[in-house]
């Protein structure tokens, strides 16, 4: 049964969705979480513990720990009180064997006297052949959730970048005073707030704020300004996970459901930040504190306040703070029996608070706490006692409210850098200085009083606003005063343990880790909480510190009080909540570059893949050897879309010098109508680029570089001339030209019926550059090159022209049977004779004389200061190299594949490419083999993938492996 | 990305679209006497100074300029006094 009339409820219960536990079907309403849903289905015991399986349930209704960690819809570890719950969905309970409520590993929890603190680091590694044994054992019954292999996640993930003035984290009655005040001057803002809703602690709570509204209502009252700003940004259920310094926040946001996106990251670049995160609660440690049945106030009134739903029967509370007064006067006029409520406190509670308890005759004990919590699967029984110990109580329940006291959420502060200094007076560790242009406001910095909330978020607004510019000194000066005219913060409990030994009163749910564990560490020497966290794994768990992040420092200096130790914080780090990866992952486009032939490549039957940025055509059918395409080029005429290949227009008065700086050739020689081979080195003298160069006139050149040094090629002239102050300029023509190879010995014959130029041997030779007409309309630059060894034309033309160019060369060649050829295929072409693709015959350590390039480096133009030229001198008489040598196997139609490696007793090299070529019918290919096994005739074995032991046998042999006299490109 | 770098020419922008280029050592010395170590040294031996450094940045997805700025590696912060040199 719902209480379905509060104004405070934050769900439609005339709406309701149907979800899948257990094997059963269970019926939540609109605005739901998975754990209400459960919850109002009966649902008490949600999981099972990390270690001992011990029954788990609801606790703070946040998330802070990972009791309520469930499976929804396969994904594991998803925080069920943070989830909202849709129609369909399917949960499961986790580390579990059985079900939650029966677990055959109960057992579990009367073992723990075997796993003492650090138990795996211990006990396991000794002997170390036991550790895999171990592990495996260890990973069946430990642990939380569980993912498929095979899991595939669904969804769509997206990611923002907005930027503001002001961000402000948290949108409670600070968070958005403040952002009202930031505003009020027309700056830009943007609101973060984790739960889907603005209103933070006032939201539920219908205790007055002034003399007509209630907190609500006053919540709602400000939410609607908020929501009317234009100038205001809110991003609600959106949750921060990070702050980094220059103001950089970001934050995870769930989507609505059938809403653009399921989750998405945002990354706010913000020039002041307010921190108005505000509290949570300090879990109150005694015996069996995490059994179901056990809850946090702000979980139980929110339960009932936000979500309908009575927590239990017959609660008794025991708490530390007077909103604990305020959940049991509420609750109980909500119909739930109070049958005590314990406070940690002797005095100093709110005498209004203290008059509506005894009008309700609840009983209430002063100096009182619970130590120990009864009941296998859920509480029956508690017992109350004084803090001392000395007298004790029992009474049943079926539901035991129980909280320390309050513990600021500084997370974003200590990620900031700010320093955390503990409080005597709130017992909190509080910020002892902040950032620039960061601001904390809110109950984080202590304070209570509705109003003191409100005016501390107004003036952390109104100096944020001064962070930007804004002219608010005035009013700064009067929002300080009016704070410090309204309550400050108020004492904290000093309480850190009921009075037990603390075997099963937990300090961290989702590790296991007890107050024993803790003192276990201690003594072994652990004395300061970062080391007691790494070696009892508290506070490394999901909830990311929420439950331990306070009681852990603060017990470990009441333990040592006697060594002197202050309570000091443990780091919090990012991400401050968990996240899905697959948000961090975000869109996910795939951003790829295509050439201007691509629907032409795709008509024509071409089998694409991505190479580099490009997608490309790299076979024409289903054959994967390219015999057809190969013959073609070397019997007939094939073309080529080459458009990926670098093109760059280098002029100006010191384009030369540039040259001359990065190219290990001597550019002084070129000359116009000639084209140069050239590479480039980086300065340990390994080849990063190779490509020709052209002379186009005075001071202009046009030079082209291999497909994946395009994107690099201008940053690498500017960076090795970057102290020169040069003049000259570089532009990138890769995209703007397209390049189509025509190939094979009757490429002239197709040229020349479209061309306005002679292209005989004796005009255009080969290594020649020349600008021409095709077809009366289409100006292309021609080159004569071999890469793939036969007659070749590499045509450079103006994009736009590309698919006209194809057409006419395509129609043109039909006499003579042109075909396509792909990557694939020029890729054995070029291979035959021996012409290295960089990356492929090459890799990082690859310098130039390794390649057997060494002819390409003038070593006489030292002035120049050329790129690489050093490093080469220096190694240039070093035997402990690779040397690219052509291998032939001894099977002629086995080729091993491309990166197998050469082994005798050791790895002595590896196979760059390898081919059963049907040209030679032989299978050859090229190796980069250490010095001494480079002579010609050397036996070689290659161990393939997979070979089962049976090695390929190969001989070094001479390059190129067709045509060795290059006569066929010079035809 | 926190950092942001100001580019001389485009202002300042996010760190992302920048090409960290090393630390400032000035011009390639001369060749003359230079051993496999000192020309290694030049080369990948940094000062890995814990506080203020000079270096160089490609403005990539930007302009495309390279210049130097301050940076305070404690902070990853970038320093006011950005000097233009191309
Ligand atoms: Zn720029």
Known sequence: MRLDRLPTLRINPSETCTLHYNGKTSAGVAGDTVATALYANGVRVFGRSLKYHRPRGLYSLDGECSNTCMAVDGIPNVRAENTPAKNGMHIDAQNVQGSADFDWMGFMDKLDWLM???????????????????????????GLGKISPDFKMKGRYAEIYPTADVCVIGGGAAGMSAA?????????????????????????????????????????ELAAQV?????????????NVGLYNNNL???????????????????????????????????????????????????????????????????????????????????????????????????????????????REIPLLRGWVAAKAYGAKQVKKVTLRTLEGSVKRQLEC????????????TGPLTLAQARLRFDAHTGYFLPADLPAKMHAAGSLT??????AIEASGRLAGLKAAADCGANTAEAVAAAAARLSQLPGPERGTKLVMAPVKGRKSFICFDEDTTVKNIKQAIDMGFDVPELIKRFTSAGTGPGQGGIPGHNLPLFAARYQALAGATPVPTTARVPLVPTLLATYAGAHHDMCKRTPLDELQKRDGGVFRRIGVWQRARYFSEDFSCREEVLNVRNNVGMLDGSTLGKFRLHGPD??????????????KLTPGKIKYSAMCNEDGCVIDDG????????????????????????????HTRYDGWDYHIVNFTDALGVINVSGPNARKVLQKVADADLSNEAFPFGGYREFVIQGGIPVRAMRLGFVGELSYELHAPASYMVCLWQILAAAGKEFGIRNFGVEAQNVLRMEKCHIILGVESEQRTNLLDLGLGFLWDRHKTETKTVGTVALRQVEADPARLRLVGIEMDDPRRAPRDGSILVDKRIRGYVCTARRSFTLERSVGMALVEAEMAALGTRLEIYEDECNGQKLAARVVPMPFYDPQGNRMRM | MALTITCPVCGKRNGYEFRYGGEDKGPRPVEEGMTPRSWCDYVHMNACVAGVQKEWWCHKNGCGAWFTIHRNTLTNLEVEGVEVTS
């Open chain 1, 116 to 142: 003492p603190a650090g138990f795996y680091y211990r006990t396991l590694h000794k002997p170390a052949c036991l550790w895999p044994f171990a592990l495996k054992q260890v990973r069946k019954v430990a």
């Open chain 1, 180 to 220: 009202l005040a930031a505003a009020e001057g027309g700056l830009r803002v943007i609101l973060l707030e984790a739960r889907p809703w603005l209103g933070g602690s006032f939201d539920y709570r219908v205790s007055p704020y002034d003399g007509e509204k209630a907190l609500y209502q006053r919540a709602r």
């Open chain 1, 227 to 239: 929501e009317a700003a234009a100038n205001i940004r809110v991003f609600k259920h959106a949750a």
């Open chain 1, 249 to 359: 926040v970001t934050a995870f946001q769930v989507g609505p459901e059938g809403g653009a996106f399921d989750e998405r990251y945002i990354e706010i670049r913000a020039a002041s930040v307010v921190v108005a995160t505000g509290c949570i609660e300090r879990p109150l440690l005694f015996e069996n504190n995490e059994r179901p049945g056990v809850m946090q106030v702000g979980c139980a009134h929110r339960l009932a306040r936000t979500y309908g739903l009575l927590p239990g029967r017959r609660a008794v509370f025991s708490i530390g703070h007077d909103l604990g007064l305020e959940a049991a006067v509420d609750l109980c006029d909500l119909g739930m029996e109070i049958a005590c409520v314990a406070d940690i406190r002797e005095d100093g509670q709110n005498p209004d608070l203290l008059l509506a308890l005894a009008e």
């Open chain 1, 398 to 409: 079926d539901l035991l409210v129980a909280s320390a006291g309050r513990t600021p959420l």
């Open chain 1, 446 to 451: 202590g304070r209570n009083h509705p109003l």
């Open chain 1, 655 to 668: 384009a030369l010098k540039a040259l001359q700086r990065v190219y290990v050739g001597n550019m002084v």
């Open chain 1, 692 to 719: 020709v160069v052209v002379k186009i006139a005075e001071n202009d050149y046009y030079f082209t570089t291999s497909t994946v040094r395009a994107g690099e090629t201008a940053e690498w002239f500017r960076y």
